[in-house]
T-cell receptor, first 112, second 113 residues
């Protein structure tokens, strides 16, 4: 079965610094989803990537899917305290159901 | 989030009682997914439903758990005879199926006492 591994598990950065979170799959990804979760709250949809080499940006967050479609990275530029939370990558392993498996999450703290 | 509504947000049940969790998908979405997030664990798939049909329930415990998504009304996740181990956050997501954008609700936090 497909597994997703996120790294690092946790991250503490100074406000204004850039950071990258990685998500690696054991199998080809048909769809890769990034979500953000604040503690005790729901998941906020960030981006979805489908095609090898695809890159999407929203405000200061950029996500990429590699050409082989087995690894994705989420990059935050000039981090702010509002970026703090848990970042989750999810993958559609089958490509036709929308059923997602998730990584364990990366907890981000941004120090003012 | 694009309008997935879950209620209640918090639910407390005594052992042996029933818990009913509701999920109204984004308007126009006909695919609903339920996930469970146990304390200190990741988000795990439970069940995938389309209107009136269960498509994939491979993540559902074999006993006490059931789900439905009727033609009219919200999707319901029902847990009978709850035990302490059922305490978790239950999330619902909706989409148009396949590899399309999937939006999550705020979750229902079930506490079994």
């Amino acid at each position: 079965s497909q597994e997703l591994e996120q790294s690092p598990q946790s991250l503490i950065v100074q406000e204004g610094k850039n950071l990258t979170i990685n998500c690696t799959s054991s199998k080809t990804l048909y769809g890769l989803y990034w979500y953000k979760q604040k503690y005790g709250e729901g998941l906020i949809f960030l981006m979805m990537l489908q095609k090898g080499g695809e890159e999407k940006s929203h405000e200061k967050i950029t996500a990429k899917l590699d050409e082989k479609k087995q690894q994705s990275s989420l990059h935050i530029t000039a981090s702010q305290p509002s970026h703090a939370g848990i970042y989750l990558c999810g993958a559609d392993g089958s490509g036709n159901t929308g059923k997602l498996i998730f990584g364990q999450g990366t907890t981000l703290q941004v120090k003012p | 989030n694009a309008g997935v509504m879950q209620n209640p947000r918090h639910l407390v049940r005594r052992r042996g009682q029933e818990a009913r969790l509701r999920c109204s998908p984004v308007k126009g979405h006909s695919h609903v997914y339920w996930y469970r997030q146990l304390p200190e664990e990741g988000l795990k798939f439970m069940v995938y439903l389309q209107k009136e049909n269960i498509i994939d329930e491979s993540g559902m415990p074999k006993e006490r758990f059931s789900a439905e998504f009727p033609k009219e009304g919200p999707s319901i996740l029902r847990i009978q005879q709850v035990v302490r181990g059922d305490s978790a956050a239950y999330f619902c997501a909706s989409s148009n199926g396949g590899t399309t954008e999937a939006f999550f609700g705020q979750g229902t936090r079930l506490t079994v006492v």
